[in-house]
């Protein structure tokens, strides 16, 4: 079965840091489009950060730019966000989506690939 699994969030203190990882499973990573989104209930879903892991290529949303950075790992098959710098406004349930591409436009459509998300909560 070809999935995306998100984890790594938590509760954590304004201003802490949080590092979310996407690992996948029934597929390989390498030539794939990678975007990390958030939606909780009654939101609308909204793209935060985005790579494509054959050329490493990379774009964020302008609310996380400075703060969140996306990596990938083609050893492990996973995309890593690691959040600095959270606030209150960063709680959601965040989730990875993929589309296999040998160059994806980064952005927030486009993705074939989803799984279940990992909620992240920022206390005040």
């Known amino acids: 079965e ?3 699994q998100a984890s790594g969030g938590g ?3 304004a201003g802490g840091s ?15 489009g990678i975007g990390w989104f958030c939606c ?10 985005w790579i494509s892991t ?12 400075g703060r969140f950075t996306i990596s990938s790992d083609l050893a492990k098959n996973t995309v ?3 959040m ?15 589309v296999r591409s040998y160059y994806p436009s980064l952005g927030p459509h ?5 799984g279940q998300g990992t909620q992240v909560t920022v206390s005040s």
């Open 54 to 65: 054959n050329d490493g290529r990379r774009d964020y949303a302008n609310s996380v730019e």
């Open 18 to 32: 949080l590092r979310l990882s996407c690992a996948a499973s029934g597929l390989s990573i390498d030539y794939y």
């Open 2 to 4: 070809v999935q995306l």
């Open 80 to 82: 890593s966000l690691q």
């Open 40 to 49: 909780g209930p009654g939101k609308e879903r909204e793209g935060v950060a």
């Open 84 to 98: 600095n710098s959270l606030s209150p406004e960063d709680t959601d349930v965040y989730y990875c989506e993929g």
């Open 110 to 114: 486009g993705y074939d690939i989803w």
């Open 11 to 13: 509760l954590v203190q």
